[in-house]
């Protein structure tokens, strides 16, 4: 009996094939990683019935196990990732530890439920648009959205290629971090992070401005991004707010910044976020969908009939604001900087919402997600105690590459703000 409504398979269970950091610890995994000998449904039976059982593990399963983890369960998502609300009209809303009146956030909802509830030590997740990001937030665990590419998708039902990330939630910093040290480990990663430390390093035996020891953390200023924080509504602001004299103690220097200085500003970023991601995910799905004719949710089926009208040159406009995007967050970020603003404008909304209140928030919450998004960014979150008790994320933002930094950071913020 599954009294969360979590799972998509409470019964698949995979013990561990080796021993690491993880041993003794459990996760439970989003329905849209490879599990040899099982067929991921990607939180639609149209998809469940039309694709066959993995011949292999995902590489992140595999990668997990090897290192002590053991696997129980696959979790509920949205329909093919592509909703933040964690409502499936197929499978049910699993139901948020939090506020259980409330929607628990997508589409890794039963990921982040089942951290949440206890009923894994930790949870894997997808976050394309959010969706790590905003059911940490909204059901008060940590989580974490990897700089893009960063750990493999090798497995992964994809939504958007390009934006596609692996995250993962916990109830405490250190799992989270601990996590990120097996999930990490790639190659590719160590060899970017290798360079960005040997860059480092030189800089400071120079004439670095940080040439006093850093914390453990690495990071030695903050950014306060103020248009970010507008986007919260006032119980939000001052409750995060309320963390940062804390915060800034951690740091040498602080700093008040806009993120996207241009007229139309985060809601330009959104949109264009909006539309590369709507191109991708019809280039990955479209040709299924026409074929197959799946029955979605409504607001899931309007979601991808409208990505199938995205047109060439409103593309090329999105992707020249999305290079805008990447060149001011790079402006903004180095390895020593890390930036702070709200996860989400609100704690969770009630289920069942409708109406132009709801709307404003999808879209609010879209702005906040969008600058880790359009630039490939690390982002981490952790639970603060909002109105009425219910939780509300505190975001980090990091340079590319700096994720074990930025986990290293997340332990000692929570550890700070106890």
């Given at each position: 009996?599954?009294?969360?409504?979590?799972?998509?398979?409470?019964?698949?269970?995979?013990?561990?094939?080796?021993?690491?950091?993880?041993?003794?610890?459990?996760?439970?995994?989003k329905?849209?990683?490879?599990?040899?000998?099982?067929t991921s449904?990607?939180?639609?039976?149209?998809?469940?019935?039309?694709?066959?059982?993995?011949?292999?593990?995902?590489?992140v399963?595999?990668?997990?196990?090897?290192?002590?983890?053991?696997?129980?369960g696959?979790?509920?998502?949205?329909?093919?990732m592509?909703s933040?609300?964690?409502?499936?009209?197929?499978y049910?809303?699993?139901?948020?530890?939090?506020?259980?009146?409330?929607?628990?956030?997508?589409?890794?909802?039963?990921?982040?439920?089942?951290a949440?509830?206890?009923?894994?030590?930790?949870?894997?997740?997808?976050?394309t648009?959010?969706?790590?990001?905003?059911?940490?937030?909204?059901?008060?665990?940590?989580?974490?959205?990897?700089?893009?590419?960063?750990?493999?998708?090798?497995g992964?039902?994809?939504?958007?290629?390009?934006?596609?990330t692996?995250?993962?939630?916990?109830?405490?910093?250190?799992?989270l971090?601990?996590?990120?040290?097996?999930?990490?480990?790639?190659?590719?990663?160590?060899?970017?992070?290798?360079?960005?430390?040997?860059?480092?390093?030189?800089d400071?035996?120079?004439?670095?401005?940080?040439?006093?020891?850093?914390?453990t953390?690495?990071?030695?200023?903050?950014?306060?991004?103020?248009?970010?924080?507008?986007?919260?509504d006032?119980?939000t602001?001052?409750?995060?707010?309320?963390?940062?004299?804390?915060?800034?103690?951690?740091?040498?220097?602080?700093e008040?910044?806009?993120?996207?200085?241009?007229?139309?500003?985060?809601?330009?970023?959104?949109?264009?976020?909006?539309?590369?991601?709507?191109?991708?995910?019809?280039?990955?799905?479209?040709?299924?969908?026409?074929?197959?004719?799946p029955?979605?949710?409504?607001?899931?089926?309007?979601?991808?009939?409208?990505?199938s009208?995205?047109?060439?040159?409103?593309?090329?406009?999105?992707?020249?604001?999305?290079?805008?995007?990447?060149r001011?967050?790079?402006?903004?970020?180095?390895?020593?900087?890390?930036?702070?603003?709200?996860?989400?404008?609100?704690?969770?909304?009630?289920?069942?919402?409708?109406?132009?209140?709801?709307?404003?928030?999808r879209q609010?919450?879209?702005?906040?997600?969008?600058?880790?998004?359009?630039?490939?960014l690390?982002?981490?979150?952790?639970?603060?105690?909002?109105?009425?008790?219910?939780?509300?994320?505190?975001?980090?933002i990091?340079?590319?590459?700096?994720?074990?930094?930025?986990?290293q950071?997340l332990?000692s913020?929570?550890?700070?703000?106890?």
């Amino acid at each position: 009996m599954d009294p969360w409504n979590v799972y998509a398979n409470e019964n698949i269970s995979e013990e561990a094939t080796g021993t690491g950091p993880l041993d003794g610890l459990t996760f439970a995994i989003k329905d849209v990683f490879a599990i040899k000998g099982h067929t991921s449904g990607a939180g639609n039976p149209s998809w469940l019935r039309t694709h066959g059982p993995a011949e292999r593990h995902s590489a992140v399963v595999e990668l997990l196990l090897k290192n002590g983890a053991r696997l129980r369960g696959t979790t509920i998502t949205d329909e093919l990732m592509f909703s933040i609300n964690g409502e499936n009209v197929h499978y049910g809303t699993p139901v948020n530890p939090a506020a259980p009146d409330r929607i628990p956030g997508g589409s890794s909802s039963g990921s982040a439920v089942a951290a949440a509830a206890g009923l894994a030590d930790f949870a894997v997740g997808t976050d394309t648009g959010g969706s790590v990001r905003v059911p940490s937030s909204y059901c008060g665990v940590y989580g974490i959205r990897p700089t893009h590419g960063a750990v493999s998708a090798e497995g992964l039902i994809p939504l958007a290629p390009g934006f596609d990330t692996v995250g993962w939630m916990a109830r405490d910093a250190r799992t989270l971090l601990n996590v990120g040290k097996v999930l990490l480990e790639t190659e590719a990663f160590n060899d970017e992070q290798a360079s960005s430390e040997q860059e480092r390093n030189s800089d400071d035996s120079l004439s670095s401005p940080f040439a006093e020891p850093a914390p453990t953390h690495g990071f030695t200023r903050l950014l306060i991004a103020e248009d970010m924080w507008n986007l919260a509504d006032e119980s939000t602001r001052a409750a995060l707010a309320a963390c940062l004299p804390s915060l800034s103690e951690m740091v040498a220097e602080g700093e008040s910044i806009t993120t996207a200085p241009e007229e139309r500003g985060l809601n330009d970023w959104k949109n264009a976020f909006r539309i590369i991601q709507g191109h991708e995910i019809w280039g990955m799905h479209g040709e299924w969908i026409t074929q197959t004719q799946p029955v979605f949710g409504a607001d899931i089926g309007e979601r991808f009939k409208w990505a199938s009208t995205i047109g060439e040159c409103e593309l090329q406009q999105a992707l020249v604001v999305q290079q805008t995007a990447i060149r001011r967050m790079g402006e903004l970020l180095d390895e020593h900087t890390i930036l702070v603003a709200p996860t989400v404008p609100s704690v969770t909304p009630l289920k069942n919402g409708t109406g132009e209140e709801v709307e404003q928030r999808r879209q609010q919450t879209f702005q906040l997600c969008c600058v880790a998004g359009l630039a490939g960014l690390p982002q981490a979150t952790m639970p603060i105690a909002g109105e009425g008790g219910l939780p509300v994320g505190l975001s980090f933002i990091a340079a590319r590459g700096q994720d074990l930094r930025l986990l290293q950071w997340l332990v000692s913020a929570s550890d700070i703000l106890k």
